[in-house]
Structures are given as C-alpha cells and as structure tokens.
C-alpha cells in the first residue's frame, strides 16, 4: 500500500492554508527549491479526473487504490495541482506512476511568482472536484491539511515547512550480516611411501666397507679410491 509523499524535492511553503487567497480552505503554495520553476512528482500513482484550462491549469489526481495517511487512515487521497504553464501533455484519464515527474511549478492564473498550488481532498474526486467556499475561493472537495495527508522521507529536503509538522516516512536500517570467514583446514602432509624413497635415503646399517688400494680388478670393477660399502637393508 502506498503512502503519498510530498510532490517536490524541496519544500518550500511561501503561503499556508486560511490565510490571502487560501482563505477557508487547506490550499497551500510551494516555490520548491528557488524562483526558477521545479517538478511536481506524482504523490501515489494516480489517474487524471479532471484538467481546467480556464484558470490556472488546474489538473485534479485521484489515487487509483487507497493510500495510507499519517495518521494510519486507509482512503483514496485527491490532489489538486494549480499554475502549471502548459498542460497539453495531460488528459482525462492518464494514470501517472508514483514518483513520476508529470507537472512543474509556474505562474499560470493567479499567481506572482513560480509556484505549486497544493489542496488535498480525503477520498475520491466528487461531483466538479471543487466548490466556492464561504470566502468567495474555488476549493477542492473534502479538503483536509496537506501535513494529514502526505509523507515526507530522507530525499525531500525542508527549506520552509511554514512550521507544519509533516510524519516522516522511517526507513528501517537492514544490518547486514557479518560474513563468515571460511574455516581453514590444516595443510595435510602426505605420508611418504618408503618405497618411493631413493635408495640412498632408506634406513640401513653398514656391514663392510672397501677401499680400493689400486685400480685393479676385485670382483667388482673399481678405481683407485673408490669405496665398495655393503649395506643391509632393515
């Protein structure tokens, strides 16, 4: 089940809900990370119900399942989106994935600098999607406070939450486990064979010895000073 994250990188609240144009309602305005103009992100993946080219491009995103609130609430979640400069890549219908970037910040309508207007509604868009509220504002449907409806996590950095207390979605720190060192086994030395042992290396006790005074002939062919050993093998 998804949970809604804030639709920028950068939070960046230049105006709150009831209070200038916002009046009786939860709107509230985000100029991201400067005055240039920065991407909305789809807060959970979302099919368009509805694009209002009239005023300020407004494009209202309906959860395609229920969502999980900050408060543990399971309910479809509606969003509207205003001042987007040019919507013509969107339309009725077109389901956009969570995390993709599918409008921007702008001046759209009515609006003096770059900037996102927020408004989120609890459940599925209804009726036109917005109502003119008691102080003459059009408002989105069911609207609720942004901070009870959206997460936040470790890739949105606060420049200005307007001292709105968002719940941080917590990344659970996986340990990973120590790798076992291969046990290493002791270098066997093979057991000689006697067999295979050179002559010269096998036990053995001498029996005579034979020095040959001259070169002669002694049953055995010798040279002078070469030494005939009998051994007896144990």
Known sequence: MEKPLFPSEFMRITQGYNEGTHKNSFAIDNAGKDSGISDIYAPFTGIIKKIYKTDA???????????????????????????DNNVDNLFVGKVIKKGEVFYHEGTKGNASGNHC????????????????????????????????????????????????????????IVEKPEEEKP???????????????????????????????KTDLYGVYLKENQKLTIKELS
């Open 57 to 83: 491009n407004e494009v209202w995103l309906e959860s395609t399942e229920k969502v999980e609130y900050p408060d543990g609430t399971v309910d479809y979640l509606t969003i509207l989106f205003a001042h």
């Open 117 to 172: 207007h927020i408004e989120c509604g609890r459940g599925k868009f209804s009726n036109s999607g917005w109502h003119k509220n008691e102080a003459g504002y059009w408002s989105i449907n069911n609207g609720e406070r942004p901070e009870n409806c959206l997460w936040i996590d470790d890739t949105i950095k606060i420049l200005n939450n307007y001292s709105y207390q968002f719940k941080k979605i917590s990344t659970p």
């Open 183 to 213: 046990i290493e086994k002791p270098i066997e030395k093979p057991v000689e064979d006697p067999k295979e042992k050179p002559k010269e290396e096998l036990d053995s006790k001498d029996i005579f010895t034979f020095t040959a005074p």
